[in-house]
């Protein structure tokens, strides 16, 4: 049988079109070149970009508490107790007992907490137990040296024996004092065991919860709580308002004031002027009036913000408006030819502000136009600082 010829006239390479696995290499090599350009513009755009400066900043402080009106002086303040303390055990120990919670109200020696006094309580009846031991051993003594005062009267024994029955009656006697004494300090470690309550008042704040470990010193690191509690006697509320000095002479002890709680605006409390701190704040240029606030209230409250004015007599001259008064770091303050001038950081921005320089306060210095208090100036601004320039503000 003859094998056919195959036709091989139909077989055609074509050179006009590449193969497909051509066409997807060439695609991937674009594709990779593509990737690599995006490459290097991204890092040429990262190194020329401008980048933001760090600057540090200070707020200007904004001084002159009160204001003067045709009802008086105003001034604002906060709500204080003059008898106020935080109560805290005299010996370090863990807390095994808490008998009040916040707004528990208790009398001057009530117990407040109790600490551990397993080990008190055992140093105490010992110390009974040796003041009752030298006790007996005393009562013996004293029969020893009677009955031996006899015997040497009837010739039996010598000077030598009573003199000895007689010194041991009184080593026994120190003894008992000694031990006296020790049982008196063992009852007083048990008692600073007992947290008492130093006068009549109100808890305001727990310190301590039951389990934790207490001290009067912070000797025991963050785990050791320094008080237990904290109270307060509400029936010495008064109000202490920072007063510009240059109102200061129109107030004095005793003048009628009108409290006005933010917490309560339409109502008005009576109270008095207990003292005018005898000292000034050069920082705020103000003096510390304490207010006595006569119309008792349970409302009112420890730390709740008030409004005083003063008031002052009808027939008085009215008192001129307290200039307002802005200070600022000294290192904030950059003098050049043009004058004094801050730079100030508004939406990360920074923009060059001239202002006028008074008098140093300390580490401050005073800015008498310019500002006008709230702003954030740049401390210590870095040479080549522009209009307009991205800043970022770090940790001062």
């Known amino acids: 049988m003859t094998t056919p010829t195959p036709d091989l006239s139909q077989l055609r390479i074509r050179r006009d079109a590449p193969s497909a696995g051509a066409r997807r290499g060439a695609g991937g090599v674009a594709l990779w070149i593509l990737l690599g350009a995006l490459v290097v513009a991204a890092g040429w ?85 040796t003041v009752a031991e030298t006790e007996a051993q005393l009562v013996q003594a004293r029969r020893d040296v009677d009955r031996a005062r006899r015997l040497r009267q009837d010739q039996v024994i010598s000077d030598v024996e009573v003199e000895n029955v007689t010194t041991r009656l009184k080593v026994l006697e120190a003894q008992l004092g000694a031990a006296r004494a020790q049982r008196e300090l063992a009852a007083a470690n048990l008692e600073n065991t007992r947290v008492r309550a130093p006068f009549d008042g109100t808890v305001l704040r727990k310190d301590a919860e039951v389990g934790e470990i207490v001290s009067p010193s912070s000797a025991g690191g963050g785990f050791t709580r320094t008080a237990i509690v904290t109270m307060a006697d509400l029936g010495t509320l008064e109000v202490e308002v920072d007063v510009n000095e240059a109102y200061i002479a129109q107030i004095h002890n005793e003048q009628p004031a009108r409290i006005i709680l933010d917490a309560y605006p339409d109502t008005s409390f009576t109270g008095t002027v207990r003292q005018v701190v005898p000292t000034a704040d050069r920082q705020k240029a103000t ?43 000294s290192a904030a303050v950059v003098q050049g030819p043009a004058g004094a001038r801050v730079w100030v950081v508004e939406a990360r921005k920074v923009a060059a502000r001239p202002v006028q320089v008074g008098r140093e306060q300390g580490e401050n210095v005073e800015i008498t136009s310019g500002l006008s208090g709230g702003e954030s100036v740049v401390l210590r601004p870095p040479s080549g600082l522009k209009d307009g320039a991205q800043v970022r503000v770090v940790g001062s």
Do not use: C, H
């Open 45 to 129: 755009w990262a190194m020329l970009r401008p980048r933001a400066l760090q600057v540090q900043v200070a707020v200007a402080a904004a001084s002159g508490g009160g204001s003067a009106s045709g009802e008086g002086i105003s001034a604002n303040g906060y709500v204080v107790a003059r008898t106020k303390a935080s109560v805290s055990a005299k010996i370090p120990g863990r807390m095994e007992y808490l008998g009040v919670r916040e707004g528990s109200e208790v009398k001057r020696g009530e117990i407040i907490a109790r600490l551990e006094s397993g080990d008190y309580q055992a140093a105490l009846n010992a110390a009974r137990a």
């Open 287 to 329: 003096v510390l009036v304490k207010v006595s606030i006569l119309d008792r209230d349970p409302r009112i409250l420890p730390e709740m913000g008030a409004k005083v004015i003063f008031l002052r007599d009808p027939k008085a001259q009215p008192v001129a408006a307290a200039p307002r008064r802005v200070t600022v770091p």
